[in-house]
């Protein structure tokens, strides 16, 4: 099997990963809740965890990062715990790069009513800065975007971005599912507010862990509330970070998980993995650009982009073509609407949907080179 679904999920990780969850299925209890050996054991690592995260995305320290089960639930979190319209009028800016992760609480939001000004892509699904500060009102109180779009692999400068919502007093929330693990994120120099991600994706981390870290100042109200294994006797859940954003047991497996990915990739360098993963993906994009009756998506003259290439065969739905990538040529991809409805209607593929393939570290160029053959082979015979 070649594998290159790894904007879904990354698929080959360290082994020190599978390593760190079997350790701590025999070792870790339940954080928080009490003080015996095995609860000291998983409260040790989610805190170091929480140390390293801090560390890699520069948040203010260990109590801004709370974990989340994803980064979809990060991002509810985060949206509907600073955006009240029932409050006054609230104004909240998006982009049509977004996944649904953003749009549908957003759209939720809405129907209580949002203000919500959603940014348009343009046929290479890129969006202006200079629009995203024209669409700033009075009662803005939010810009939230991805850091990079799942279907293109486009990329937003956050730090552009970070500047303006800082200019205008205005919280940003960053939506870094694609691009954490693979680029440098700094919530102090990107001036972000709110940073969502995932750990299952470049943080090649197991599935089930996601993050929220918040600078500190900034309100979140929780998503949940319950057991947090301080306050039991306090009718309401606990107002400080990071326990204000994590009702329940966490899951320590995964994150035990996590801390080992971060720290091979620490160890490994960021910088060195993005190189990679960019070159296959160039690899990639040179021979199928080039090929009868292909359509690649996407602003490719932006090289500091998401290792992602996705593309459509002239007269074959995107479903039919990665079927027979996976059946007859052993390739996994992903194809359909990616969770990204409206940078389909900018791309203008909302009826096909498309086929992306995005790459990892882990790939080679022999990986590369027969996926490109396959696609070619493909679309000659179509």
């Known amino acids: 099997m070649i594998y290159l679904d790894n904007a879904s999920t990354s698929f080959h990780k360290p082994d020190c990963v599978f390593t760190a969850v079997m350790e701590a299925m025999h070792q870790a209890g339940n954080s928080g809740r009490g003080g015996s050996g095995e609860a000291m054991e998983a409260s040790r690592l989610i805190f170091d965890t929480r140390c390293r995260i801090a560390e890699m995305f520069e948040a203010d320290g260990p109590e801004c990062v709370a974990f989340t089960s994803n980064a979809t639930e990060a991002l509810n979190t985060a949206l509907f715990g600073v955006l009240h319209p029932g409050d006054g009028p609230v104004h909240a800016i998006a982009t049509e790069m977004d996944h649904n992760s953003v749009l549908r609480p957003l759209y939720a939001l809405e129907k ?116 947090s294994g301080i306050l039991t006797f306090q009718k309401e859940h606990p107002l400080d970070m990071p326990e204000a954003l994590e009702a329940g047991t966490l899951n320590s497996h995964g994150i035990a998980g996590l801390r080992a990915a971060l720290g091979w990739i620490q160890e490994t360098g960021i910088d060195r993995i993005r190189q990679r993963e960019q070159d296959l993906m160039m690899r990639f994009y040179e021979q199928v650009k080039k090929i009868s009756g292909v359509t690649v998506y996407g602003d490719f003259s932006q090289k500091d982009r998401s290792p992602v290439v996705t593309l459509n065969i002239m007269g074959m739905g995107s479903s039919e073509l990665s079927m027979i990538l996976g059946e007859d040529y052993g390739i996994s991809t992903r194809s359909g609407g990616h969770c990204a409805p409206l940078m389909h209607q900018a791309l203008g593929t909302e009826k096909t949907g498309a086929v992306r393939f995005s790459f990892s570290c882990f790939n080679t160029e022999e990986e590369v080179d027969e996926a490109a053959r396959a696609v070619k082979e493909i679309a000659e015979e179509e």
Do not use: Y
């Open 112 to 227: 209580k009513g949002l203000e919500l000004t959603v940014l348009p892509a343009d046929r290479k699904g890129r969006i202006s800065l200079t629009d995203m500060e024209a669409a700033i009102r009075p009662e803005t109180k939010v810009i939230v975007c991805t850091h990079a779009s799942n279907l293109t692999g486009n990329r937003n400068d956050i730090h552009a971005i970070g500047e303006i919502a800082k200019k205008h007093d205005i919280l940003f929330i960053a939506d870094a599912a694609q691009t954490a693990g693979v680029f440098p994120i700094s919530m102090k120099k990107d001036q972000i507010d709110i940073l969502c991600f995932s750990g299952h994706k470049g943080l090649m981390g197991p599935q089930g862990t996601g993050v929220i870290c918040v600078r500190p100042g900034v309100k979140v109200e929780p998503l949940k509330v319950g057991g």
